[in-house]
């Protein structure tokens, strides 16, 4: 089965920085998904790790370690409009997906 | 490209109707994949198609839930009968050829199902 784990709720300030952590414990492993949902609205595509070590994308950056089963994503300069739910997800055959962790930006 | 395109935006139902709802992927993408999203159990993979073929149904709940994939460009979620806790967010996404592995999905705007 699937186990994937992340901290249910962050507040933090604007233009602070937040790391969402990420464990996991599944059958097979082909990468890990970062997926941002603001509210009322469909899941968009944040980042994608296969192999150990950080991925930077301009404010974002997610890290993996394949032997931890641990990942974060880094949001880095805070803005409001960051405030949403992100969803990590571990891909086997198929995602998984955590329940989310939602990001509350105040100003 | 107008992205993942699903109908309807929302849907409101009595206990016991047929409901069908409708994806059309992205041109080019050969996977399909169908989820639903509650507060309870968060967003569940329900089925997945490469090729118009399912690949994988094990998330389909039970008997009452159907998806069928009759081209490349169509794709039906049915529930029947439904139930009040068929209600959720119903997600239809589809990625590119290659290894569903590498590849991220993009997401339709869902469809907001409400059984009474």
């Known amino acids: 089965g699937q186990n994937i784990d992340q901290p249910t709720e962050m507040t933090a300030t604007e233009g602070a920085i937040v790391q969402i952590n990420c464990t996991y414990q599944?059958?097979?492993?082909?990468?890990l998904f970062w997926y941002q949902q603001h509210a009322g609205e469909a899941p968009t595509f944040l980042s994608y790790n296969v192999l150990d070590g950080l991925e930077e994308k301009g404010r974002f950056s997610s890290f993996l370690s394949r032997s931890k089963g641990y990942s974060y994503l880094l949001l880095k300069e805070l803005q409001m409009k960051d405030s949403a739910s992100y969803l990590c997800?571990?891909?086997?055959?198929?995602?998984?997906f955590g329940a989310g962790t939602t990001v509350t930006v105040r100003a | 490209d107008a992205g993942v395109i699903q109908s309807p935006r929302h849907e409101v139902t009595e206990m016991g109707q047929e409901v069908t709802l409708r994806c059309k992927p992205i041109?080019?993408?050969?996977?399909l994949f169908w989820y639903r999203q509650t507060m309870m159990r968060g967003l569940e993979l329900l089925i997945y198609?490469?090729?118009?073929?399912?690949?994988?149904d094990s998330g389909m709940p039970e008997d009452r839930f159907s998806a069928k994939m009759p081209n490349a460009s169509f794709s039906t979620l049915k529930i029947q009968p439904s139930e009040p806790r068929d209600s959720a967010v119903y997600f239809c996404?589809?990625?590119?050829?290659?290894?569903?592995?590498?590849?991220?999905?993009?997401f339709g705007p869902g469809t907001r199902l409400t059984v009474l």
């Open positions: 996404a589809s990625s590119m050829p290659g290894s569903v592995s590498v590849n991220e999905q993009f």
């Open positions: 997800a571990v891909n086997d055959y198929k995602l998984s």
């Open positions: 599944t059958s097979g492993f082909n990468g």
């Open positions: 198609f490469n090729n118009n073929v399912p690949i994988d």
């Open positions: 041109s080019g993408h050969d996977y």
